[in-house]
């Protein structure tokens, strides 16, 4: 968020969360299904090499589990953070 009045720039999840998009999505990637986690918004990818990539924020702490087929990861995002998982 820019402040006219104080100059300055303030990044919140959002600004994070696309950073991550830039840093580990790579060009030719896919966008793929993926269910909605509540109060999480996210998108996931397929990257050309077969590498899953999902971005996810979170304004307040959130807990979930991440399940791709039979695998599966409890993870957790502390308030105001993004977080991107690669497998």
């Given amino acids: 968020t820019w402040n006219r ?3 300055t720039l303030t990044k919140n999840e959002e600004f ?5 998009v830039g840093h ?3 060009p030719g990637a896919k ?3 993926s269910s909605a986690i509540p109060g999480v918004p ?3 990818f397929r990257n050309k090499n077969g590498q899953r990539v999902v ?3 979170a304004d307040k702490e959130a807990q ?3 399940q791709d087929g039979k695998r ?6 502390p308030a105001g953070c993004a977080a991107t998982l690669v497998y």
């Fill in 5 to 7: 009045k104080t100059r």
């Fill in 16 to 20: 994070w969360a696309f950073s991550h």
């Fill in 24 to 26: 580990f999505v790579n």
């Fill in 31 to 33: 966008v793929v299904a």
């Fill in 42 to 44: 996210s998108i996931a």
């Fill in 55 to 57: 971005v996810c924020c």
């Fill in 64 to 66: 979930f589990v991440l």
């Fill in 72 to 77: 599966y990861a409890a993870i957790t995002i």
